[in-house]
């Protein structure tokens, strides 16, 4: 058969064309197996890095036998979460409450501000100290007054020890305002306790050493003697345990980076979980 130019050039164009086709499918189906490798790939280690975590936390929760169950949320307990707002409202509260009054005047300013009075730790001339409650938070209020009855210092601190008016306060339950000392109630004084607190506290945070797997943290706090009563938080890059131990309770704040620790805290627990609650409250009766 007889060709002419035109034939030819149509041929070899058709011919280009479909090797070109050839290639394109061959080269789609190559990078849609290599998506859907890679995509495998990923999700084995995404499947993998959530069972470490789940395992993990779940050794946690067994230590903690006793861990939070009766409420939602524990990420509620966390005073890292909860650290700024109630710091600035303690401020705040200082603020409010100047120094030069009477007594009587700062009962009225507390009430005024919306807290409740829920324990009187020390009543006498030359000072007093209260336990105050708004919704969730408690701070303990401590003025020093002079011979002529006026205020010359005020202090608002978190309240750590509480009565258990205190604590019922702040579960929601409708609390008479506490108007006199009662006998015992210098037991709930953070100042008579935070000398003691504040050496255990220097001394579990230097046996907490970094670079260790939270596991090995669990494991050291239960040779000192502390229950883990709940874990507020853990996931790939931060852990946080409430622990307790006799009449004092803390909170274990550990960043970690590739699984290890890069940075511990050991804090005040000022939001206790319910389990935290109970642990203390065995040890410490009202």
């Given at each position: 058969?007889?060709?002419?130019?035109?034939?030819?050039?149509?041929?070899?164009?058709?011919?280009?064309?479909?090797?070109?086709s050839v290639?394109?499918?061959?080269?789609?189906?190559?990078?849609?197996?290599?998506?859907?490798?890679?995509?495998?790939?990923?999700?084995?280690?995404?499947?993998?890095?959530?069972?470490?975590?789940?395992?993990?936390?779940?050794?946690?929760?067994?230590?903690?036998?006793?861990?939070?169950?009766?409420?939602?949320?524990?990420?509620?307990?966390?005073?890292?979460?909860?650290?700024?707002?109630?710091t600035d409202?303690?401020?705040?509260?200082?603020?409010?409450?100047?120094?030069?009054?009477?007594?009587?005047?700062?009962?009225?300013?507390?009430?005024?501000?919306?807290?409740?009075?829920?324990?009187?730790?020390?009543?006498?001339?030359?000072?007093?100290?209260?336990?105050?409650?708004?919704?969730?938070?408690?701070?303990?209020?401590?003025?020093?007054?002079?011979?002529?009855?006026?205020?010359?210092?005020?202090?608002v601190d978190?309240?750590?020890?509480?009565?258990?008016?205190?604590?019922?306060?702040?579960?929601?339950?409708?609390?008479?305002?506490?108007?006199?000392?009662?006998?015992?109630?210098?037991?709930?004084?953070?100042?008579?306790?935070?000398?003691?607190?504040?050496?255990?506290?220097?001394?579990?945070?230097?046996?907490?050493?970094?670079?260790?797997?939270?596991?090995?943290?669990?494991?050291?706090?239960?040779?000192?003697?502390?229950?883990?009563?709940?874990?507020?938080?853990?996931?790939?890059?931060?852990?946080?345990?409430?622990?307790?131990?006799?009449?004092?309770?803390?909170?274990?704040?550990?960043?970690?980076?590739?699984?290890?620790?890069?940075?511990?805290?050991?804090?005040?627990?000022?939001?206790?979980?319910?389990?935290?609650?109970?642990?203390?409250?065995?040890?410490?009766?009202?």
């Open positions: 058969m007889k060709t002419t130019p035109l034939k030819n050039a149509l041929a070899i164009a058709a011919a280009a064309c479909l090797t070109g290639y394109a499918a061959e080269s789609k189906a190559e990078m849609k197996a290599d998506a859907k490798s890679a995509a495998a790939e990923a999700k084995a280690d995404t499947k993998a890095a959530a069972a470490e975590i789940k395992a993990d936390t779940k050794a946690a929760a067994a230590d903690a036998k006793s861990a939070v169950t009766d409420r939602n949320d524990p990420a509620l307990y966390s005073d890292r979460a909860h650290a700024k707002a109630s409202e303690k401020d705040r509260l200082e603020q409010h409450l100047k120094a030069g009054q009477p007594k009587g005047y700062y009962t009225k300013a507390l009430n005024d501000q919306g807290y409740t009075v829920t324990s009187v730790n020390k009543d006498s001339a030359d000072g007093v100290e209260y336990e105050v409650v708004k919704g969730d938070r408690s701070y303990e209020v401590q003025i020093a007054f002079d011979k002529s009855g006026k205020a010359t210092k005020v202090d978190n309240n750590l020890w509480r009565a258990k008016s205190t604590k019922e306060a702040m579960a929601g339950k409708k609390v008479a305002a506490a108007t006199a000392y009662e006998k015992g109630n210098e037991a709930y004084s953070d100042r008579a306790h935070l000398k003691d607190w504040t050496g255990e506290k220097d001394r579990l945070e230097k046996s907490l050493a970094l670079g260790h797997d939270p596991a090995w943290y669990r494991d050291q706090l239960k040779k000192m003697g502390y229950q883990i009563t709940s874990v507020n938080d853990r996931d790939k890059d931060y852990v946080e345990y409430e622990v307790v131990k006799g009449k004092d309770s803390y909170e274990v704040q550990i960043d970690l980076a590739n699984g290890k620790a890069k940075k511990v805290d050991v804090t005040t627990n000022a939001w206790q979980s319910d389990a935290t609650d109970r642990a203390l409250s065995a040890t410490t009766k009202h």
